[in-house]
């Protein structure tokens, strides 16, 4: 039996990649935070009991900070694959803290990839790497494109790129970059965009939010569904050469799309609701992002099966469901539809 250690498996993709890499047979391990509310709501569901012969997750008190408990991690566990996807993760949270942005999302990557090469094991690494790294380097940007990051997060970023390049040119260590464009989903964090608008969708409807506050409604993301891109790092895994690749779905949408689609999907008219508030601005702003999907598609037989209209549709039927009223129900039918074999839970 394979073993995988994911970090940041409480977050949105390390959810997916725990149910995929259980899926797969994997025993997988999760790093967590010791925090003082419960922050495992996402992976609730998968988790048995270790005393349990059937459990094949585990879960271990972890900080990135902490080069001392990420080796002992490491040490014990003896994983086969490491995922790296722990981060501050939100760049305009980045430019409030940047310091501490740098100190998790840039330096926790020499912590994990010194442990490893100090390990002496041969244990293959997985870096989450951002399109944020592409900043305003004109679209479409692939695995060639000039960086020109926006803001300390993506900074941080391309600090990791670029040590997971290091490590595998200077310890011919298997150690690779998923370049991921946006993705989303229900479990999306809620200060992200797209969950933020569907929520509030959601929460209207109920009765129980009448405006909504946002910032550019002018930028434009590569936006796809986050259980596709969890299985794509499992893929980047496991080619014979360790390697970089993009991945997105090839087309743009503005923020005011999401907004338009999303309002329109309940039939609500978003301008009623919709006001700007220049708090979320950014003092740099990304302003298009496209993915050139060609070297993935190609090598990782990437072909996303989730467009845009259909990401809303399923983030707002569900956010309408975690409020308890009845969903519109085209999101689920393009799942079921889509993935009659999915491996996880729809929420
Ligand atoms: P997310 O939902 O924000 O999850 C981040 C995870 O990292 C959470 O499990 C979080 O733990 C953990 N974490 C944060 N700081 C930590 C620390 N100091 N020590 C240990 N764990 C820590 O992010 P995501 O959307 O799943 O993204 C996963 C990774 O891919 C991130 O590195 C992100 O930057 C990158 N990425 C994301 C996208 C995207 O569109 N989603 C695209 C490209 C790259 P808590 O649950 O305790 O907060
Ligand atoms: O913003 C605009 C905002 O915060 C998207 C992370 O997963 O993807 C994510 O980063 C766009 C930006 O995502 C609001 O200015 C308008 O142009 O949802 P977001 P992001 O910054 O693209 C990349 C690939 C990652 O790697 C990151 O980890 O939406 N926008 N109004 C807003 N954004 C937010 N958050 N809130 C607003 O009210």
């Known amino acids: 039996m394979k073993k995988a250690l994911i970090t940041g498996a409480t977050g ?33 569901h998968i988790y048995v009991d270790p005393h349990s012969k059937k459990a094949k997750l585990f879960l271990h008190y972890g900080d990135i900070a902490d080069a001392e408990q990420i080796n002992n991690i490491i040490f014990n566990i003896k994983p086969d694959e490491v995922y790296h996807l722990a981060a501050q993760s939100h760049v305009r949270v980045s430019f409030d803290i940047p310091e501490y942005t740098g100190n998790i999302t840039a330096l926790g990557t020499t912590r994990i990839l010194e442990a490893i090469r100090r390990s002496g094991r041969k244990i293959k690494f997985y870096q989450a790497s951002s399109s944020e790294m592409f900043g305003s380097a004109l679209p479409p940007q692939s695995e060639t494109t000039q960086f020109q990051p926006q803001s300390p997060y993506a900074c941080a970023k ?9 490590y595998r040119d200077g310890y011919n260590m298997f150690a690779c970059n998923g370049i991921l464009f946006n993705h989303e989903s229900p479990r999306r964090g809620e200060t992200f965009v797209s969950r933020k608008i569907t929520r509030a969708v959601a929460s209207i409807l109920a009765g129980k939010q009448d405006k909504l506050y ?43 799309e999401l907004v338009e689609e999303a309002f329109s999907y309940v039939g609500l008219k978003w301008k009623k609701y919709v006001s ?29 099966k989730v467009n845009f209209n259909d990401l809303v549709k399923i983030m707002v039927d569900a956010d309408v469901r975690a409020f308890g009223l009845k969903a519109i129900g085209e999101g689920d039918k393009i799942l079921e539809k889509k993935f009659p074999n999915r491996w996880w839970k729809v929420d």
């Open 12 to 44: 949105q993709d390390g959810s997916y990649l725990t149910e995929f890499l259980l899926s797969k047979g994997y025993q997988v391990h999760g790093i967590i935070r010791r925090a003082s509310t419960f922050n495992t709501g996402r992976i609730d």
């Open 158 to 166: 391309l600090y990791s790129y670029w040590l997971t390049k290091n």
């Open 214 to 256: 946002l910032g550019n409604l002018n930028a434009k993301r590569d936006w796809g569904f986050a259980p596709e891109y969890t299985e794509i790092m499992w893929r980047i895994l496991q080619q014979d050469k360790p390697d970089d690749y993009v991945t997105g779905t090839g087309e743009s949408h503005s923020v005011k």
């Open 276 to 304: 700007i508030d220049p708090r979320y601005f950014r003092p740099t702003e990304v302003n298009n992002l496209i993915a050139d999907i060609k070297k993935a598609k190609k090598v990782l037989k990437w072909h996303p």
